[in-house]
Structures are given as C-alpha cells and as structure tokens.
C-alpha cells in the first residue's frame, strides 16, 4: 500500500483479483464448500491483505451479511457475481434490501479499487466520489438507462446532491474519453429530468468534446435536445448558457443562428473560446462560406484540429468538385488562417496535407520540408519569406497622424482634456523611450471585474513576466486613477506608472506613447484598436495595421507562475502563419514540430513548402 495516499498499487491490486477469481470459481465448482478451497483462500487473503479489498470480503461478506445472503439463498450467486464485479449489475442490489449503509461502505470500497491518481489532490468525500464513477464504466462498456438509474441512486444516497453526482460522472466520462457512455448518461438524464443549469452546462461541455474528439459516436439529436433544454432555461437564467447556446448550435450546423449570436451577443472571449468548434462544425457540415464571411474584430488562434479537419474538407472538395474548386478553398484557407495569432500547424497536420496535394490528378506538386535561413529564405526553394518591415519614413507619417487624428481629432481633445494630454506628454519627455507599453486597464481586467488589489496583481505578474522572462527594461503601464493609486512597490520599481482620469480613452495614450517611444517599441493589450485606426485614412492606416502586427503583444489570462509563452503571444517577424505566393503558385505552412514544448512563434524555423510544377492552366 502506498505511504503518500493509503491507496494499494496496481500490481498489488492485479494479484489480489487473479487470487480472488481462483477462489471464488473454486466455490462455484464446489458449492460453495469454502473447506475445499481452504488453499486458494488463503492465497486470496494473503495476496490482498495489502489492500481494503481483503477488509471489505472478510469483514462484510463473510461475517456481516452472511446471515441475509442466507435467506436469499437463491439469489447468493448474484451478489457473488456483483462483488466478482465492482459493482457492474447494480440492479441486483435492491434485492438484498441493503439500505444507505451498505451503499456508504460500497462507496468506500470502490473509491480504493481505482487508479484516478489526478483526484487524490481532492478532498475525502470527493475523491471517492470520482473514483467510485471510475471503478464503474471501466467495468461496463454498454450501461443502459436502467442500469444508470440503479448507479444515479446509489451515488445520490451517498451524497444527496443531484447536480454534484450529474456533473461528477460527466467531468470523469469526458476526462476519461468515455464519449459513448456520456451521450449514453445525457440521453438517460432527458428522460429524468435535465433541468439543473449547471448539470446542462456540463452536458454541453461533454458534448463538445465528444463533437471535436470522437464524432463517430456524436449525436445529433442529442445536441437538438440540449438545445431545446437552453432554450427553455435561459428565460430563467438569461445570459447564463450564450457560450453554451453558440457551442450547440454548432454541433447543430445552425450556422445562421450562430452568427447572429457572434455579431450581436458574444464577447471576444467567448469568440476566441468558440472559433475552432465553429471552424470545425463548419468543415464538416461543408459550409466553410459562413467561416469566411466573418468580420473578426477581436484575436484569435485556431486549434491544431482545425486544419485537420480543413485537410479532410479540401479532400472531399476535390473529390466531389474538381481541383480548381478545392484550390479556392485552400486561399480562403490560408487567408483565414494567415489572420490569426499563433502558428498551430503540427506535423500531423504536414502529413495530412501532403496526402491531400498528393491527391492530385491534372495539377502536380511538390511537398518538401525544410527550414527558414537566417536570411530569412525557404531552405527547399530558397525564395525569400515576406518579412513585416516598416521603413523610418513611413512610420513617423503613421505617428503624425495619430496624435493628430486619434487623440486630437476633428474637434479638440476628443479623448482626453488638453490639460491631461500635456501632462502625459511631458511625463513622456521626462523619461528615456519606453521598450514595451502596458495597456494597464485592458490587463486587469483579463479575467473579469474583481477589486483592485486583486487588478494590481495581475498587471504585476505581467510585468515580471515581461522584465525578467524577456528582458524588457524600460517598461510603462498606462492605468485608471482608481485603481493605480493602489499599485504595490514592486510594481512602481519594475515600471513607470502613468494614472489617466476614468472618463479618458486610456488606449489612445498606450497608442501613443508606444509610436513616440520608436519603433523598437512593443505595446500589450488584447484590445484591436479598430475604433481607432478607422479613423486614419491610407496610407497611414496600412501603416497602422503593419506596425500593430509587428508591435503588439497579446496577453491570455493564466494561472498564477504559468509558463510565459501561455501568458503573452509575441508577434512574429515573418508576415503570417502561412505565405502565399500567387506568382509563383508557391505556399509556405510555418510549423510546430512534434518535440517542441511551448515553442515562441518568433523562434519558428520549419517550414512545409508546397510548389507547383505545371504552368499550364
């Protein structure tokens, strides 16, 4: 038995139900003459005295309910079965009339019999629930909803909260990848009764998940039920499902509904949290249209399933469509994709994607794997990548402009007071450029409105992640006056502080004080800036929009001590994820390899090339 968690080993446990088999197929053969099988029992008890398993037998079947298995005699065989079994045919157990004690010490014993090392950091009650649910469906491939009844009640006996036990054997399917059995518990609980907001929350999530991971066993009628169950719900508890209402409607293929929701209802944190499920509905249900008709005003970055799935799209478009038709949907593809954040092309997605050019007929391409040169070339073609640069002249245009059209504007001061802006300009000559510009109010409130103390620790963990990880020396955070005035001493010696009035637009200033600091000058914020940069006109807006890729840095919120590349998302040097050269009809896939952990986007250097070899079209 293990020290750390009183919990016996596996080996352990291997050898105490091989004993335990032999000695109970010795009492079928031998009705249950425990004389003749003396020896293989004190194998069995030997081998478990390590474990609770030799406890529970002795204790409770031997000594405590001989006397009822006596006068159910003809139904002793099931009960031997049910314990042969860790509780697999829980319907027998109401035969025996064994109440909520034996249903507690039944409770007590599955939770030892499991190997669920991730709940043992739980607490008593529920890391005995999470491994009871456990001992459970790794018995029993097929439940139906009766024997799911039996094991519901047994568990509600125990605990007596229903929302508890539904979304604890929802949490242990999903993490375990029991997919089947979960669309299995959630079409039993219709049945019940699914009328608890947080169990249908947990439902959606393990729907979801079985949508993305394993489709095959995906229903979905399952999914049009859950749907009819938010809408009813949500006249309760209004705003409480939208992530979970969008999620749906989704797996649904209700993509109209869906986008109705993205341009008037969701936030840009749930936008980022729903693009892959959307991206992937929409591969599947092959209406990629509604993908690349989306205005997205907010970042985001596409899960490594995605193009996955994308590659199995195009396939299919080949096949039913033709290659020219295929091929459009591969630029809208690398369009759509070239967008976002974060490079999350993976060599299974490289392997996908050769088999798909390789699918082929009339046009011929070449699919070699290679590196990018210091120089900043392909090392297979050795044409150069586009690289983001901006030249000295265009970028002091770009910063003209801005002070005079985003913080000044048509009317005076539009932004702020000139009272205010001279003072901000005046901090800014009495101080060295600034390396990187934090987005003070945008960062704390990464992660929901709180109290202050608790905004000041997240700029804080942000700009030690940024001073001590990479190197940033001369650090600002431009903040709100009633939260700043509360800013710690470590802070105030890591970053200058500069506090702007609450009624002022305070991204302006971080706007600002970023292009007058240099080019080399990085700023953090989730915010795109597009009230913003609509209003210059080009080519100062494209300048805008190139320095913005070159210059900004997006924050995710994360745990306290996360590593950094979960926290910040560095831009890259190179123009996107994917470069497409319509000249040459020549694409270049950046891409993560298998052994990388937490690779910087910058430091990216593999590259898919994929060439054209015919010209004729």
Same mark, same amino acid.
């Given at each position: 038995?293990?020290?750390?968690?009183?919990? +016996?080993?596996?080996?352990?446990?291997?050898?105490?139900?091989?004993?335990?088999?032999?000695? =109970?197929?010795?009492?079928?053969?031998?009705?249950?003459?425990?004389?003749?099988?003396?020896?293989? #029992?004190?194998?069995?008890?030997?081998?478990?005295?390590?474990?609770?398993?030799?406890?529970?037998?002795?204790?409770?079947? =031997?000594?405590?309910?001989?006397?009822?298995?006596?006068?159910?005699?003809?139904?002793?065989?099931?009960?031997?079965?049910?314990?042969?079994?860790?509780?697999?045919?829980?319907?027998?157990?109401?035969?025996?009339?064994?109440?909520?004690?034996?249903?507690?010490?039944?409770?007590?014993?599955?939770?030892?019999?499991?190997?669920?090392?991730?709940?043992?950091?739980?607490?008593?009650?529920?890391?005995?629930?999470?491994?009871?649910?456990?001992?459970?469906?790794?018995?029993?491939?097929?439940?139906?909803?009766?024997?799911?009844?039996?094991?519901?009640?047994?568990?509600?006996?125990?605990?007596?909260?229903?929302?508890?036990?539904?979304?604890?054997?929802?949490?242990?399917?999903?993490?375990?990848?029991?997919?089947?059995?979960?669309?299995?518990?959630?079409?039993?609980?219709?049945?019940?009764?699914?009328?608890?907001?947080?169990?249908?929350?947990?439902?959606?999530?393990?729907?979801?998940?079985?949508?993305?991971?394993?489709?095959?066993?995906?229903?979905?009628?399952?999914?049009?039920?859950?749907?009819?169950?938010?809408?009813?719900?949500?006249?309760?508890?209004?705003?409480?499902?939208?992530?979970?209402?969008?999620?749906?409607?989704?797996?649904?293929?209700?993509?109209?509904?869906?986008?109705?929701?993205?341009?008037?209802?969701?936030?840009?944190?749930?936008?980022?949290?729903?693009?892959?499920?959307?991206?992937?509905?929409?591969?599947?249900?092959?209406?990629?249209?509604?993908?690349?008709?989306?205005?997205?005003?907010? +970042?985001?970055?596409?899960?490594?399933?995605?193009?996955?799935?994308?590659?199995?799209?195009?396939?299919?478009?080949?096949?039913?469509?033709?290659?020219?038709?295929?091929?459009?949907?591969?630029?809208?593809?690398?369009?759509?994709?070239?967008?976002?954040?974060?490079?999350?092309?993976?060599?299974?997605?490289?392997?996908?994607?050769?088999?798909?050019?390789?699918?082929?007929?009339?046009?011929?391409?070449?699919?070699?794997?290679?590196?990018?040169?210091?120089?900043?070339?392909?090392?297979?073609?050795?044409?150069?990548?586009?690289?983001?640069?901006?030249?000295?002249?265009?970028?002091?245009?770009?910063? %003209?402009?801005?002070?005079?059209?985003?913080?000044?504007? %048509?009317?005076?001061?539009?932004?702020?007071?000139?009272?205010?802006?001279?003072?901000?300009?005046?901090?800014?000559?009495?101080?060295?450029?600034?390396?990187?510009?934090?987005?003070?109010?945008?960062?704390?409130?990464?992660?929901? +409105?709180?109290?202050?103390?608790?905004?000041?620790?997240?700029?804080?963990?942000?700009?030690?992640?940024?001073?001590?990880?990479?190197?940033?020396?001369?650090?600002?955070?431009?903040?709100?006056?009633?939260?700043?005035?509360?800013?710690?001493?470590?802070?105030?010696?890591?970053? #200058?502080?500069?506090?702007?009035?609450?009624?002022?637009?305070?991204?302006? =200033?971080?706007?600002?004080?970023?292009?007058?600091?240099?080019?080399?000058?990085?700023?953090?914020?989730?915010?795109?800036?597009?009230?913003?940069?609509? #209003?210059?006109?080009?080519?100062?807006?494209?300048? =805008?929009?190139?320095?913005?890729?070159?210059?900004?840095?997006?924050?995710?919120?994360?745990? +306290?001590?996360?590593?950094?590349?979960?926290?910040?998302?560095?831009?890259?040097?190179?123009?996107?994820?994917? %470069?497409?050269?319509?000249?040459? %009809?020549?694409?270049?896939?950046?891409?993560?390899?298998?052994?990388?952990?937490?690779?910087?986007?910058?430091?990216?250097?593999?590259?898919?090339?994929?060439?054209?070899?015919?010209?004729?079209?």
């Amino acid at each position: 038995m293990s020290k750390a968690s009183d919990v +016996p080993l596996l080996d352990e446990r291997k050898k105490c139900w091989t004993a335990r088999d032999q000695f =109970f197929a010795c009492l079928d053969a031998n009705k249950d003459d425990e004389k003749l099988c003396k020896s293989l #029992k004190d194998v069995f008890e030997a081998s478990c005295r390590r474990t609770w398993v030799e406890h529970f037998n002795r204790k409770y079947r =031997f000594e405590k309910y001989k006397k009822e298995m006596e006068t159910v005699g003809k139904h002793r065989r099931m009960f031997v079965l049910a314990l042969r079994r860790l509780v697999v045919d829980l319907r027998w157990f109401r035969r025996f009339e064994i109440e909520k004690q034996f249903t507690g010490r039944l409770l007590k014993f599955c939770s030892t019999s499991t190997g669920m090392d991730q709940v043992l950091r739980m607490d008593s009650k529920s890391k005995a629930l999470y491994q009871t649910i456990h001992s459970y469906i790794v018995h029993n491939d097929i439940v139906s909803n009766d024997d799911w009844y039996c094991f519901r009640r047994m568990l509600l006996e125990s605990l007596d909260k229903q929302n508890t036990v539904d979304c604890a054997v929802f949490k242990v399917l999903e993490e375990n990848c029991y997919f089947e059995l979960g669309v299995s518990y959630i079409s039993y609980l219709f049945d019940t009764g699914l009328d608890n907001p947080v169990t249908i929350k947990q439902a959606v999530h393990l729907l979801e998940q079985c949508f993305l991971k394993d489709f095959e066993h995906f229903h979905s009628g399952v999914a049009i039920q859950l749907l009819e169950h938010i809408l009813v719900m949500e006249k309760s508890f209004p705003n409480f499902f939208t992530y979970q209402k969008a999620i749906v409607l989704c797996m649904c293929g209700h993509f109209r509904q869906c986008l109705s929701m993205w341009s008037s209802v969701l936030d840009c944190p749930t936008k980022r949290r729903l693009i892959s499920t959307l991206f992937i509905a929409a591969c599947r249900y092959s209406n990629t249209a509604s993908i690349w008709s989306m205005r997205m005003k907010s +970042p985001y970055t596409l899960s490594a399933s995605c193009h996955m799935e994308m590659s199995k799209y195009l396939k299919e478009q080949l096949q039913q469509n033709g290659e020219w038709r295929s091929l459009r949907e591969l630029d809208r593809y690398v369009i759509f994709y070239g967008e976002s954040q974060s490079c999350t092309f993976d060599e299974s997605a490289v392997e996908a994607f050769k088999s798909y050019f390789a699918s082929f007929s009339e046009i011929k391409w070449s699919v070699d794997c290679g590196i990018v040169t210091d120089n900043g070339c392909c090392s297979c073609c050795s044409s150069p990548l586009k690289q983001l640069t901006l030249s000295d002249e265009d970028f002091n245009s770009m910063k %003209d402009e801005l002070v005079k059209r985003i913080v000044i504007g %048509d009317s005076v001061y539009r932004q702020t007071s000139p009272e205010e802006y001279y003072r901000f300009r005046q901090f800014l000559n009495r101080n060295d450029p600034f390396d990187v510009v934090v987005d003070g109010c945008n960062v704390a409130y990464l992660g929901g +409105p709180t109290s202050n103390d608790v905004y000041i620790r997240r700029i804080t963990r942000l700009v030690r992640l940024l001073r001590f990880e990479l190197k940033f020396r001369n650090i600002l955070v431009i903040g709100r006056d009633h939260f700043m005035r509360f800013a710690s001493d470590s802070l105030r010696t890591m970053a #200058k502080l500069f506090s702007v009035s609450n009624e002022t637009t305070d991204d302006a =200033f971080v706007i600002v004080a970023a292009v007058i600091s240099g080019k080399h000058c990085y700023m953090v914020s989730n915010d795109q800036l597009n009230t913003h940069c609509h #209003k210059l006109y080009r080519p100062e807006l494209d300048y =805008f929009l190139l320095w913005r890729r070159m210059r900004q840095i997006f924050s995710e919120q994360a745990e +306290p001590n996360a590593p950094r590349h979960r926290t910040l998302q560095i831009p890259k040097p190179l123009c996107s994820n994917v %470069d497409r050269a319509y000249e040459d %009809d020549r694409y270049h896939f950046l891409y993560v390899p298998t052994e990388t952990n937490g690779v910087d986007d910058r430091h990216l250097r593999n590259v898919m090339c994929i060439q054209r070899l015919t010209s004729d079209y």
